[in-house]
Nanobody, 117 residues
Framework: QVQLVESGGGLVQSGGSLRLSCAAHEINFSIYDMGWYRQGPGNKRDLVARIFSGGTPNYADSVKGRFTMSRDNAKNTVYLQMASLKPEDTAVYYC???????????WGRGTQVTVSS
């Protein structure tokens, strides 16, 4: 059974940093495009960053220069390094795995990030 397990969320002060991890289980990880999304209170789920298999990441304008996404295919894991956090970054962060060829789309359960002012 495919599982995406996020970790690393928590409470941090404005200007602080966090690193999120997403470990993928029972998946041919290297062929999947991986993404981080977030959903704040009352908001829809929005893309934060995405990294294609073998490619470089791209970011939402709101996080460019502050967040860095990376993937380790040997560990079946993606990371989201978040710096200079702002209260508006407060959200549940979700990991996503997508394969166009296999028509598969998987989600993790999310991890809460709260940034206090």
């Amino acid at each position: 059974q495919v599982q995406l397990v996020e970790s690393g969320g928590g409470l941090v002060q404005s200007g602080g940093s966090l690193r999120l991890s997403c470990a993928a289980h029972e998946i041919n990880f290297s062929i999947y495009d991986m993404g981080w999304y977030r959903q704040g209170p009352g908001n829809k789920r929005d893309l934060v960053a995405r990294i294609f298999s073998g490619g470089t990441p791209n970011y939402a304008d709101s996080v460019k220069g502050r967040f860095t996404m990376s993937r380790d295919n040997a560990k079946n894991t993606v990371y989201l390094q978040m710096a200079s956090l702002k209260p508006e970054d407060t959200a549940v962060y979700y990991c996503n795995a997508y394969s166009f060829l296999r028509n598969n789309n998987y989600w993790g359960r999310g991890t809460q990030v709260t940034v206090s002012s």
